[in-house]
Structure formats: structure tokens, C-alpha cells
DNA sequence: CCCATTTGCTTGACAACATGAAACATTCAG
DNA sequence: CTGAATGTTTCATGTTGTCAAGCAAATGGG
């Protein structure tokens, strides 16, 4: 029995190495992929953040406490980055019609463009998938899947 | 012809939904493992690049230079960092005998500490990662080594 | 050896981001 | 109709980030 102890031990220990080695890929995917974002927000004159929020009211018009919610900060830091997103002409705010409290911010004309061409220039993910075969993609897709408890996507 | 053209681009098409969404799923790793990370180190009235910081020199002593180079930020704004977890004791400033231009930073005991209790509750990727079998983490960690250039670790 | 250059760090001015409290209008519930 | 709750903004404050300027120490060509 101890030796089926050690294995046991053995076994536990190059399991918690072996979710040790992921996590810090995942952490390094984590900094790769900001830097990125970043870096393709600046090409556009754009902070990540103010890059974010267009990316979302490009999908769809959303009152300023939905933005706050997807980027998970409080509202009145939202006022703040549609303020220069406005004063650049990519994004407007209007009202809503069923609640007059309610501010719409919506992307421009302009600002559905500016959306558009940085989310195609988002080279990280997908240019080292290319090297990945469909298999290997589905393969990882139904991982990351797990990971984030969306079993069935 | 015109249906080997057909078969190609509807592959290509698939190809591009796959990857598209593998991509999203990336966007969630990232957007859910930055929340928990900002989450734990709130728990220590940490902010998320003072823990970064405090993490990375709980592994080695580092000069400022250094720290500026992981973090990907320019040397003066390391100052300020460093400044507020000194302040706190967690972190401290020797000279370096080698080079006396050079402050080398240091976790202090207490900061050490304060790095060791935060890694470990970092449940993120640790946990549902406990979900998948050993054989699945090693061909998420290929795929993931494979995506950061780093076929061979 | 000496001086110009480079290197490492800090300081100061400034902008963006983030929070929390307070103000305001509007909606909603009793 | 009145009081509570909601949506947004404003203000004060703190952290993070950049860039330019400054200082101390190291380095290398004359």
C-alpha cells in the first residue's frame, strides 16, 4: 500500500505541475492578447477601453448602464469614455423613447468603420491558429469551452 | 470545378466561424481571468498591477528596469508602484553593490506572504481546469504552446 | 586621465481610467 | 400623490500610464 500511496502522491503532484504549466500559458495568452488589443486601439488613435466599448455598441446601441455592465465598472467611468468617443464623431448618444432617463449610445457611421477595421486587424489568435488544423481547433475549442463552463457553446 | 470551388469555400467559411469563435472564446478567457485577478488582489487592497508587480518579485529581487520590461510600461511608472507597496512594506529598495545607479526591488517577508496567499486563491483556470483529465490539460497545454510559439516549452 | 555619451532612476506635468458620493430628472409602487 | 428606486452626470480623489527633463553613476574614445 505505500507504494500505490506514492504512486498516488506521484500522480497528484504531476497533476497540480501540470495545471501549474497551463495556467501560466493562459496567463501568457492573457498579456499577449492585451498588448495586442492595445496596440491595435493606438493605431486608431484609441485607448483599449474606449476601443472596447465601440467594439461592443458596433454589434448593437446599448444604454450607458448596459456598457457599464459589460465592462464591468461603474457607470459614471462609462460617461467619461463615451464623452471622447463622442467628441471624436465615432459615437452619439440618444434617447430613449419608452424611458426619457435612459441615454443610447450608438456607433457612428464613422464608428461602425473604425470598429470594423480594428476588429480585422486583430492578428493575435487568429494568425497563430491558422497553424492549427480544423481539428485541432475544434479540439481546442471544445476545451476552452469546458473551461468556461459553456459545455454545449 | 465549380463544385471542387463550391467544397473550398464552404470549408474556408466554416474554417473562418471556427476560428472566429475560438477566438471569442480566447476574449472570455482573458476578459474572466483579468476580473478574478483584479478580485483577488482587491482581497489584499491590492490593485491589479501592484499585485503583478508583487508577484513578480516574490519570485527574484528585480531592478526597476526590469520590472518596467515585464510589465511592458515605461521605468517612470514603475516608480509609482514601487513607491505604494514600500510604503505598505511588501516590497523594498535596496542598492545594488554592482552598480550603484541600480535600486534593486525585493519582496519583504510580509510581501512574500501577501504573494504566496494571492497566487493560491486564484481559483481561476485552476478550478474548472480540475474538470478536465490529465490527458485533456497536456493537449490544451500543446495547443496553447503551439499558439504562443512555443512548441517545446 | 577626461570628457562626452549612455544608462538607471526619479520628478513633474498631464491624460485616461476607475471608484464613490452627491445631485438631478424620471419612473414606479403603494 | 408621495416616497423609493433607477439612470445619468458631476465632482473629488486615487492609480496607472506617457513623455520630457533632470541627476547620479558608469563607460568608452581621445
Chains 1, 2 share one sequence.
Request: hydrophobic letters at 45%; aromatic letters at 2%; a neutral charge.
Amino acid at each position: 500500500m505505500a507504494a500505490r500511496t506514492d504512486t498516488a502522491h506521484a500522480t497528484e503532484a504531476a497533476d497540480a505541475a501540470l495545471t501549474r504549466e497551463v495556467v501560466d500559458l493562459i496567463a501568457s495568452i492573457v498579456s499577449r492578447y492585451h498588448e495586442e488589443y492595445e496596440a491595435a486601439a493606438a493605431q486608431y488613435g484609441l485607448t483599449g477601453a474606449q476601443a472596447r466599448v465601440l467594439a461592443l455598441l458596433a454589434r448593437e446601441p446599448l444604454p450607458m448602464r448596459r456598457i457599464a455592465e459589460q465592462l464591468k465598472c461603474e457607470p459614471s467611468n462609462v460617461t467619461g469614455i463615451v464623452d471622447r468617443l463622442e467628441a471624436r464623431g465615432l459615437v452619439e448618444r440618444r434617447p430613449d423613447p419608452a424611458d426619457r432617463r435612459v441615454k443610447v449610445a450608438a456607433a457612428t457611421e464613422a464608428g461602425a468603420q473604425t470598429a470594423d477595421r480594428l476588429r480585422s486587424g486583430l492578428t493575435f489568435a487568429r494568425e497563430p491558429l491558422a497553424g492549427l488544423s480544423a481539428q485541432e481547433r475544434r479540439a481546442l475549442r471544445d476545451l476552452l469551452r469546458r473551461m468556461l463552463d459553456m459545455p454545449a457553446g
